[in-house]
T-cell receptor, first 113, second 115 residues
Framework: DQQVKQNSPSLSVQEGRISILNCDYT??????FLWYKKYPAEGPTFLIS?????DKNEDGRFTVFLNKSAKHLSLHIVPSQPGDSAVYFC????????????FGTGTKLQVIP | NAGVTQTPKFRILKIGQSMTLQCTQD?????MYWYRQDPGMGLKLIYY???????DKGEVPNGYNVSRSTTEDFPLRLELAAPSQTSVYFC??????????????FGAGTRLSVL
């Protein structure tokens, strides 16, 4: 039972354009969402997060949008840069518990110079 | 600041052998986690610990054991290696934050092949 789904395994975007990565979840108990970025041969690193009480969080070129009614979140990267090429994992948790995180399967982003 | 350190980086095991994947963190985090990542899949939680002496099963614990005798160390033990345990293993740590999600800090991973 995949509670966090990233339906696009890969995405290619031209440098300077917008990258939009999508994520859907099914568990209504999730109230905190995170995006992690992973380069080859490295561990994931935290990118940006959002609480369920918000619908948008912005950090520089990265913005995460949350649509609770649709159980959908998205990560926007503007403008995209070649260094953004990586695998992006969506993650969700119930902040009231032991904070066990459920990860999506990842989307591999390629930014073409 | 080393963060989360995993050893070894690579290992090849024969079926039935045992080994311990080491994980240590220097951030004084209470929470520690072990994940495995199979090709094309997300990270699956194997075991986690909320403090020294306290561990619990995650989503895919079968075939693994853990211990947490200190805050810093959280080793993962494979007793009888099987081909199904071929994967990349990640250790992570975090500090719980009430009302929000704690950011997890990951090690670089251990790539394990069981042949």
């Amino acid at each position: 039972d995949q509670q966090v789904k990233q339906n696009s395994p890969s995405l290619s975007v031209q440098e300077g354009r917008i990258s939009i990565l999508n994520c859907d979840y099914t568990n209504s108990m999730f109230d905190y969402f995170l995006w992690y970025k992973k380069y080859p041969a490295e561990g994931p690193t935290f990118l940006i997060s959002i609480s369920s009480i918000k619908d948008k969080n912005e950090d520089g070129r990265f913005t995460v949008f949350l649509n609770k009614s649709a159980k959908h979140l998205s990560l926007h990267i503007v403008p995209s840069q070649p260094g953004d090429s990586a695998v992006y994992f969506c993650a969700a948790l119930n902040s009231g518990g032991y904070q066990k995180v459920t990860f999506g399967t990842g989307t591999k982003l390629q930014v073409i110079p | 600041n080393a963060g989360v350190t995993q050893t070894p980086k690579f290992r090849i095991l024969k079926i039935g052998q045992s080994m311990t994947l080491q994980c240590t963190q220097d951030m004084n985090h209470n929470y520690m986690y072990w994940y495995r990542q199979d090709p094309g899949m997300g990270l699956k939680l194997i075991y986690y610990s909320v403090g020294a002496g306290i561990t619990d099963k995650g989503e895919v614990p079968n075939g693994y054991n853990v211990s947490r005798s200190t805050t810093e160390d959280f080793p993962l033990r494979l007793e009888l290696a099987a081909p199904s345990q071929t994967s990349v293993y990640f250790c992570a740590s975090s500090t719980p934050q009430s009302g929000s999600g704690a950011i997890q800090y990951f090690g670089a991973g251990t790539r394990l092949s069981v042949l």
